[in-house]
């Protein structure tokens, strides 16, 4: 599928586009495809080579997702396709955010066949996840405001690195996040995920600005990100440059893809983040995969 050409540039000198669906700006030469191997320059042009084609569909509760405060109590359909705009050493989803060419491809599907499912199993919203949702912003879009137009809520549960262009978007059309803040660290976004720190912030700041509902998440992992410090800094953020109302979820990692070798989180260490988050004022905390 032809990628709206507002979503990239192409080069005045070469066959070099660039793509502007995600904060990684890949550029991408005649033949190749961006760091999430989904969109690929073709004779100079942008395609999607995996729009609607998706990994997982099911309705879930949507404290699942996790979001324990926007229509608490009830389902949402969640969508997941394949890909992914970070290269995370730990993803949990590497099977279909990494190393999807070892499974099978997906099942093509079409906006309205999504929305019908998910009215149908009395769902009051659809939920982009599992992979991660920025890098399908044209079906994503698409889909998403036929759904409104059924009276069914958008959810994005997301890495947060949005290009300027997609936050602008996907802001007229989502209703709620769930944004992974991995840690607080710019070298750890850079050597562990491949990303950049400031840039989720950012968007983090932007959503919140914007009156949308936001929960986070911050996955601990084991000797990397687990520091007392470091928590302490990650709730002030929510804090001083959110608000203390914004729920904050702490999850435990496990041994996963590239980082096989690490032990799952100890339950003491989330105990302890939800302390810290308690005492630097934050309202709602939730523990995750406990
Ligand atoms: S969506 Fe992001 S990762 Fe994928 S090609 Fe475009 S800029 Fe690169």
């Known amino acids: 599928m032809l990628v709206n050409n507002n979503l990239y540039k192409k080069s005045s000198k070469s066959q070099k586009i660039r793509c502007e669906i995600c904060a990684n700006y890949c550029k991408i030469a005649d033949g190749n495809v961006g760091v999430c191997r989904q969109h690929k320059n073709i004779n100079g042009e942008l395609f999607d080579e995996s729009y609607g084609v998706v990994s997982s569909l099911s309705p879930d509760p949507i404290e699942k997702k996790p979001l324990n405060h926007f229509l608490p109590g009830t389902f949402t359909y969640s969508i997941g396709g394949f890909g992914c ?27 309205e066949i999504i929305v019908e499912n998910a009215l149908n199993y009395n769902c009051k919203s659809i939920a982009w996840t599992y992979n991660e949702p920025t890098i399908h912003l044209p079906f994503n879009k698409k889909t998403s405001l036929l ?47 491949g990303a950049d720190l400031d840039i989720v912030l950012d968007n983090l700041r932007r959503i919140y600005l914007e009156g949308k509902h936001l ?32 729920p904050l979820h702490f999850s435990r990692a496990f041994p996963y893809y ?18 810290i988050a308690k005492n630097k004022g934050i309202e709602n905390i939730h523990l995750g995969n406990i």
């Open 147 to 193: 759904a409104k137009s059924k009276n069914l809520e958008v959810i994005y549960v997301s890495n947060g690195y949005f290009s300027q262009k997609s936050i602008e978007e996907v802001l007229t059309f989502v209703d709620a996040f769930n944004i992974d803040l991995k840690s607080m660290s710019k070298d750890f976004y850079k050597k562990i995920c």
């Open 85 to 111: 705009n970070m290269t995370c050493l730990h993803c949990q989803n590497y099977m279909i955010s990494q190393e999807y060419d070892k499974v099978s491809r997906g099942i093509k599907i079409t906006p």
């Open 258 to 275: 590239k980082m096989n070798d690490i032990e799952p989180t100890k339950h003491e260490i989330l105990f302890e983040a939800e302390k």
């Open 215 to 246: 929960e986070i998440t911050n996955l601990i992992i084991n000797g990397h990100n687990d520091s007392i410090e470091e928590i302490e800094e990650l709730c002030d953020f929510v804090v001083n440059e959110l608000g203390p109302e914004v």
